[in-house]
């Protein structure tokens, strides 16, 4: 494909983005840091791919598009004179060879937590998926807060290091955070962060994006007005205004990290009486290991939680929920309403089991555009959608 195309990667300064969560934030912040930095620039992530002024559509439940797609894309780009692409990069993309041949400038690693088990079998086999895309790169940047930040040190030993975190000893490491409710502010040497979204996940995401930065000469001043502008991406904690006076959010989360995350985030926003309630289920034909742990998490962190269909595909979604369901205690359980039809569960959320104040939030679809529930065909849906229906019900 690369040759078909007349080897376009060749010509590109690829900054290629992998992890288990945080991976399409990370990439887009990326984009929007050079962006702003007046770079020629495009990216291809999960939701879409942005070449000039156009967002192009890259195929349902796909982060690395096939070899013809991607090779095809990248010839778009060199034809434009782009300088940089931002490539979100998955395992499965690694494993099968579709981002073969390319060599990023940059490999960004965002963190490796319990997902695609199913696949990869073992989280070893996982882990050598992912770091397939640091053996080609000629500089690594990588949370050194990973549990696992040693073993991939040992297996790494020919790549440039770039390291950022929280509380490991780092080249990127904040002198001072504050959490606000709006936002997080944040001080690296004498410049300070203003980031428009909450959560500790995405300051981390934040971090990569700035390591990153730095290690393409970008400008700080750049990236401290780029962050103070970025708006988010489409389906992830993505706020669903209504005048009902709830706070309503879609979310991708479908790991057991990433849910944790989510829920710990929105938990924190919690004022006296506001409960949290949440809309979930897993994806059938996927990893199954991760469905108990998904459940025991939120559990644990919401007041109420319904679940439901995601992509069931040739599964029945009751044994997916009964599976979710085996993580958590008896009490835990109480808290459960299940319901298989997704656009009922997440009324019976909004119109159900919810009170001004309140806080609903929609988990493991996000951008997506489509279902599968049958295993063989994309029935069109939208979390959006069916959130803003069940807030205007009369």
Same mark, same amino acid.
């Given at each position: 494909?690369?040759? *078909?195309?007349?080897?376009?990667?060749?010509?590109?300064?690829?900054?290629?983005?992998?992890?288990?969560?945080? !991976?399409?934030?990370?990439?887009?912040?990326?984009?929007?840091?050079?962006?702003?930095?007046?770079?020629?620039?495009?990216?291809?992530?999960? $939701?879409?791919?942005?070449?000039?002024?156009?967002?192009?559509?890259?195929?349902?439940?796909?982060?690395?598009?096939?070899?013809?797609?991607?090779?095809?894309?990248?010839?778009?780009?060199?034809?434009?004179?782009?300088?940089?692409?931002?490539?979100?990069?998955?395992?499965?993309?690694?494993?099968?060879?579709?981002?073969?041949?390319?060599?990023?400038?940059?490999? $960004? *690693?965002?963190? $490796?937590?319990?997902?695609?088990?199913?696949?990869?079998?073992?989280?070893?086999?996982?882990?050598?998926?992912?770091?397939?895309?640091?053996?080609?790169?000629?500089?690594?940047?990588?949370?050194?807060? *990973?549990?696992?930040?040693?073993?991939?040190?040992?297996?790494?030993?020919?790549?440039?290091?770039?390291?950022?975190?929280?509380?490991?000893?780092?080249?990127? !490491?904040?002198?001072?955070?504050?959490? /606000?409710?709006?936002?997080?502010?944040?001080?690296?040497?004498?410049?300070?962060?203003?980031?428009?979204?909450?959560? &500790?996940?995405?300051?981390?995401?934040?971090?990569?994006?700035?390591?990153?930065?730095? /290690?393409?000469?970008?400008?700080?001043?750049?990236?401290?007005?780029?962050?103070?502008?970025?708006?988010?991406?489409?389906?992830? /904690?993505?706020?669903?205004?209504?005048?009902?006076?709830?706070?309503?959010?879609?979310?991708?989360?479908?790991?057991?990290?990433?849910?944790?995350?989510?829920?710990?985030?929105?938990?924190?926003?919690?004022?006296?009486?506001?409960?949290?309630?949440?809309?979930?289920?897993?994806?059938?034909?996927?990893?199954?290991?991760?469905?108990?742990?998904?459940?025991?998490?939120?559990?644990? *962190?919401?007041?109420?939680?319904?679940?439901?269909?995601?992509?069931?595909?040739?599964?029945?979604?009751?044994?997916?929920?009964?599976?979710?369901?085996?993580?958590?205690?008896?009490? &835990?359980?109480?808290?459960?309403?299940?319901?298989?039809?997704?656009?009922?569960?997440?009324?019976?959320?909004?119109? &159900?089991?919810?009170?001004?104040?309140?806080? $609903?939030?929609?988990?493991?679809?996000?951008?997506?555009?489509?279902?599968?529930?049958?295993?063989?065909?994309?029935?069109?849906?939208?979390?959006?959608?069916?959130?803003?229906?069940?807030?205007?019900?009369?």
């Amino acid at each position: 494909a690369s040759r *078909l195309y007349g080897n376009p990667g060749a010509d590109l300064e690829i900054i290629g983005v992998t992890g288990t969560d945080g !991976k399409t934030t990370t990439s887009t912040m990326i984009y929007h840091i050079l962006k702003t930095a007046r770079k020629k620039v495009a990216l291809i992530s999960t $939701v879409d791919a942005k070449v000039g002024r156009k967002s192009i559509k890259t195929g349902f439940h796909v982060t690395s598009p096939n070899p013809f797609a991607l090779q095809a894309l990248l010839r778009r780009m060199r034809s434009q004179k782009i300088r940089y692409v931002v490539l979100e990069v998955t395992s499965h993309g690694l494993d099968q060879y579709r981002i073969y041949p390319l060599r990023p400038k940059i490999a $960004v *690693l965002t963190n $490796v937590t319990h997902e695609h088990l199913d696949y990869h079998q073992t989280f070893a086999k996982y882990l050598g998926a992912k770091l397939k895309l640091f053996k080609k790169a000629e500089h690594a940047v990588i949370n050194k807060d *990973l549990p696992i930040f040693n073993e991939i040190n040992a297996k790494l030993e020919h790549v440039m290091f770039s390291t950022y975190s929280l509380s490991a000893d780092s080249q990127i !490491k904040p002198d001072s955070v504050q959490y /606000l409710s709006d936002k997080t502010v944040f001080k690296l040497g004498t410049t300070t962060y203003t980031l428009p979204m909450t959560g &500790q996940y995405n300051l981390y995401n934040a971090l990569a994006a700035i390591s990153t930065s730095l /290690l393409l000469d970008i400008d700080p001043s750049d990236i401290r007005r780029a962050l103070a502008t970025f708006k988010g991406i489409k389906g992830r /904690l993505e706020e669903i205004e209504n005048e009902r006076g709830l706070h309503t959010y879609v979310d991708f989360a479908h790991t057991p990290n990433a849910i944790e995350n989510v829920l710990t985030n929105l938990r924190a926003k919690l004022g006296s009486g506001e409960k949290l309630v949440v809309v979930f289920g897993a994806a059938g034909l996927r990893d199954a290991s991760k469905r108990p742990l998904m459940g025991k998490i939120a559990g644990e *962190l919401a007041d109420k939680i319904v679940l439901t269909s995601e992509d069931p595909r040739f599964e029945d979604p009751r044994d997916i929920v009964k599976e979710i369901m085996s993580g958590m205690s008896k009490k &835990q359980r109480s808290k459960v309403t299940i319901e298989i039809d997704r656009a009922k569960a997440i009324d019976i959320a909004v119109n &159900q089991l919810t009170s001004k104040g309140d806080w $609903v939030v929609t988990c493991g679809k996000g951008h997506e555009e489509s279902m599968n529930l049958d295993g063989l065909s994309e029935t069109p849906w939208s979390d959006h959608e069916a959130l803003f229906k069940a807030l205007n019900k009369e």
